[in-house]
């Protein structure tokens, strides 16, 4: 019988924009709860399981500083959009029974714990999904780099990161029908070719600590259990 798990603790991180559905803006709840249920499902199986969601649905801090805003405040603007995901996500978990906690790096304590390194490891040890909101709490930052630098701190073993697509295509694969999927990257030909999968300082985070990356239809029912079952269709970056 095959394995329901390869991985004991994985980090998923999903954009904000994939909580959006056909919106133009803001959170699809059907959507939000689509994403719950594949994370219950991982849980189900075994694999503790952390979360960075982005806040782009909601506010993105350079395209808003490109208007005249000052960076810090608008990426702090930014990092406060991650905190309405996250609950959002964490309401979505809870109602389909997935104890939930969420810690934020800019302590809001009436609404989040504040991000402690131990605690939340404490909680995915117990079976609770450990959302992580308002990103590495420093402007100049984006949360591809929450995610990396959490994935590292928690000992994830791999960060799993839920796009629209099944993988990193040679080109946009919703636009040429010749683009071909990467079976397997290095962290190099990554950064060297600019492939936009994450940004760059995550890339070398997870170089640098040889944490795998692998990308993933987050949009495909089941897949985010078969994918950690080895089964699913992924790209994984790494050596
Ligand atoms: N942000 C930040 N520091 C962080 C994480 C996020 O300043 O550590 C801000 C930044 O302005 C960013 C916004 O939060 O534009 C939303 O995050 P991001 O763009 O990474 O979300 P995604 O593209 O994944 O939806």
């Known amino acids: 019988q095959a394995p329901h798990t390869l991985y004991k603790r994985v980090l998923l991180k999903i954009s904000g924009e994939a909580l959006m559905g056909e919106q133009q803006y803001g959170i699809d709840l059907n959507v ?28 993105r801090g350079l395209s808003v500083a490109a208007k005249g805003m000052d960076r810090a405040a608008a990426d702090y603007m930014g990092m406060l959009a991650t905190v309405m995901n996250a609950l959002a996500m964490q309401n979505s978990l809870e109602r389909i029974g997935v104890p939930t906690r969420v810690q934020s790096a800019i302590p809001m304590t009436s609404i989040a714990e504040p991000y402690i390194r131990r605690r939340a490891i404490r909680h995915m040890e117990k079976g609770r999904v450990v959302i992580f909101a308002a990103g590495t709490g420093n402007p100049f930052f984006t949360t591809d780099t929450a995610a990396a630098l959490r994935a590292a701190e928690m000992g994830c073993e791999a960060l799993f990161k839920g796009t629209q697509v099944d993988g990193v295509y040679s080109d946009d694969p919703r636009k040429n029908p010749d683009a071909e999927r990467y079976e397997q990257l290095d962290y190099l ?7 936009k999968v994450m940004d760059a300082a995550a890339v070398t985070l997870m170089r640098e600590n040889a944490v795998p990356i692998v990308v993933f239809n987050i949009h495909k029912p089941g897949e985010f259990a078969r994918v950690l079952a ?7 970056i790494g050596e």
């Open 32 to 59: 939000a709860e689509r994403v719950a249920r594949e994370v219950a499902e991982a849980v189900k199986n075994g694999t503790e399981v952390c979360l960075v969601i982005g806040g782009g649905n909601i506010f």
């Open 189 to 195: 030909q990554v950064l060297a070719q600019d492939l």
């Open 230 to 236: 080895g089964e699913g269709t992924c790209t994984t």
